[in-house]
C-alpha cells in the first residue's frame, strides 16, 4: 500500500484582499503524478507555493499535511528536504558545474569542512546517467539551455532523496522532442517514489502521464479526474462553462478607421513574425500567457526595444503630416506613414503610450507628489517662456485629473499614499492628459482584486469610446472576452488564430475556441 505525502484539508487564503484559493481539499501518494489545470488566475502558483513554504503566513482557513506531520510546525530546513520546487525562473547559480550546484543543494543547512570532488563527481554523474541524460557533471550551468537547467534542477531533487517535487509551469518554451525528454525523466523520478505536482496547461502531456487530473477555477477545486475519466473536451467543456459577461459594455463604441498597422514584428528568440491592425475606438486583446513575449510585445511598439525587426505604421492626420519625400501608404482610406521608434519619447511624440505590467510599482516616481506625477509626461505645456513649470497650470491639471479619478488626495501629497489600484488609475489619467492616439496595456489589472477591476475595465472602456485605440496584451482570458471585440490568440511568440466576436456570435464561443488552442500547444 502507499503511503500519503501531502494532504490538504479545507484550504483557504486571501491575497492583496482577494481570496485565492478557497476550501481547497487534496491527497497524493507516493509515486504518483497529479495534474493541475485551470486557467490563469484559477489559484495554481499560489496554491503550490504555499505547500513548498514560499509564500509566508498562515492560510486563514484549513490543515495541510507534509509525510503525516503538519506543515506549520516542521522547519524551514525540513521542507527544503523533502519539497522541492521548480518554476520557470531559472535559480541556478552562473559560474557553476552541475556537480557543484548538486553539492552546494545538497549541504544546505549542513556543516561541512572538506569536499571530497571524487565522490560529488562520481554521484552527480550515477543521478545523470541513471536517467540517461548527456550532460556532463564538469558542464558549466552558463552553457546550459533552460531545458537543460530545468532537467539539473530535477536531478537535484533526486539527489536529495526529496519526498515531493513541484513543477509550476515550467514547459512553455519546450518544443516536442524536449517535452518527451522531460515526460521520460517523470516517470523514472516516479519510479524512486517521488510525489509529483506536475502544473500545466498542455493537457495532452499531462493526459500521457498523470494518475489524477484536479482542476481549479477562480480559487475553488471545480473537479477531480481519475485517469479514466478525463478527456480534452472534457477540461475544455467544464473551464468554458462560465457565466456570462456584459455584452453592452463591447456594444458601447464602433471602431473606426485604421490607426497602426504592424507588419513582420521579430524579436531574436522571442517574437517570431507578427501582424496585426489596430483601429480608432476598438480594444484588441492580444492573448499572451509568456510574460516575456507579453513585455517584449509591448517595448517593441513603445520604442523601448532597437532589436525588433518589421516595420509599424501610424495614421497621419493629414498629407502634410507626411515629412518630404516620405511616400504615402493606403491605411483604411486615410495617408500613413512608417515611423521609426528609436526610444519612448519618439513614441510619444507619434502618439503612441504604454502601461506596463506592475506599472503601479514601475512607472511612478515614490519620491515626487501626485501633482508631479500625473504631469510627469506634460513638461512643456507646463513651462512658460523661461522654461519653468508654472505652479497655477500644474495645480489645475493635477486637481482636474484626481477629480476625474475621484480621488480626495490633495495635489501635494507623496504618491505612497495612494493604494496600487489608485496609482494605476493615475497612470491612465497621466495618458489620458496628451490623448494618444494608440495606448498599449500589459496585464493592467494583474494582482488586484475583482471590484478594482470593474473600475478599470470602466475607464478603458471610457478611452475606446473617446476614440483611443487600445492594445491589451493580457494573459487573463475572462478580461480579454469581456474588452475586446477582436482576440489574437499567441503561442511561442508566434500568432495562432484570430478570433471576432462580430465573427463568432458570443463569448462563450471565441472563449472555446482559444481554450482549444491554448490546451493544445
Known sequence: MKHEVLRLEHITRHLHGRKVLNNIMLNLY??????LTGLNGSGKTVLTKIIAGLIPGECEKGRIYFCERELSQMSSTELQAGIYYIDREIKLIPGMTVMEYMFVIGLRGRKRFFINEKKIFSQTERVLTM???DISPNQQIDSLSQEEKHIVQICTAVNLQVRLLILDSITGTYDQMMMQTLMLLLERVREQGIAIIYVNNRLDDVFEHADRVLILKDGRNLRTLSRKEYS??????????FESRDEEMLARWATGEEVLRAEGLSYPGIIHNVSFTLHKGEILGLAVNDS???SKLGESLFGCSRETEGTIYMQADTEAGLQAGQEAYPLSGRTSRPITLKDPAAAIRNGIGLVREHACRTDLYDNFSIAQNLNFLLPRKMKNTYGVIRPDLEKYA???GLLQLHLSHSPYESIEVLSDIDRIK???SRWRLIKPKVLIFINPTLGIDMFAKEEIYRLLSDLAEAGTALLLISSDLEELLKLSSRIIYFCK?????EFSREDEGSAEAVKEKILNLFITR
Do not use: H, P, W
Open 493 to 497: 511568440g508566434q500568432i495562432q488564430g
Open 292 to 294: 516575456m513575449v507579453r
Open 30 to 35: 507516493e509515486g504518483e503524478i497529479l495534474g
Open 232 to 241: 480534452k473536451q472534457t477540461i475544455i467543456n467544464l473551464l468554458s462553462d
Open 426 to 428: 493615475l497612470i491612465i
Open 131 to 133: 536517467f540517461g541524460l
Open 398 to 400: 493635477a486637481n482636474s
